[in-house]
């Protein structure tokens, strides 16, 4: 082996890179694990503030039923008619998102082409033979073994 420039020889250097590629990779997963704690962080914040969002709306729905309810039965309507038409209104909104909800289920697919590719893997693998083992391998059968008696318990 010649030395190199520097005067070591190049089971050093090849040494040395390993051991330098070896801590980059180590620094490089440090890294991907600090970013994944810092994102999932940011989805569990963002998530609960979500679910606490939806509590609250969840929550108004019926206050605000009520005093639409109430505003309707101030113009002179009775209560009774007030809220009739608050609830008529919720059931129209809901029957609109039914709807809504019926056409976008409906358009969905199965997914053809991931399909059809794994039919395609699946034929060219059923093609494919097994490696031949070597002859000085012998294989052994396993031996069925004898149930114990109940006396030599």
Same mark, same amino acid.
């Given at each position: 082996m010649s030395p190199t420039d520097d005067g070591r020889s190049i089971g050093q250097l090849v040494a040395s890179a390993t051991t330098e590629l070896s801590a980059l990779v180590h620094e490089e997963i440090a890294l991907a694990k600090a970013e994944l704690r810092q994102d999932v962080k940011r989805g569990v914040i963002g998530s609960g503030a979500a679910i606490a969002a939806g509590v609250l709306v969840l929550f108004s729905l019926p206050v605000l039923s009520f005093a639409a309810a109430y505003g309707i039965h101030n113009l002179g309507l009775g209560l009774a008619w007030s809220f009739t038409i608050v609830g008529a209104v919720h059931l129209l909104v809901a029957f609109v998102l039914l709807l809504l909800a019926k056409v976008k289920l409906s358009r969905?697919? @199965?997914p053809r082409r991931s399909i059809a590719s794994a039919k395609? %893997? +699946? +034929? =060219?693998? #059923?093609?494919? *033979?097994?490696? @031949?083992? %070597? $002859? $000085?391998? *012998?294989?052994?059968? @396993?031996? +069925? =073994?004898? @149930?114990? %008696? #109940? #006396? $030599? +318990?």
């Open positions: 969905i697919e @199965p395609q %893997s +699946a +034929a =060219v693998l #059923s093609g494919v *033979k097994p490696h @031949p083992r %070597s $002859s $000085s391998v *012998k294989r052994t059968e @396993p031996t +069925a =073994v004898e @149930p114990m %008696s #109940s #006396s $030599s +318990a």
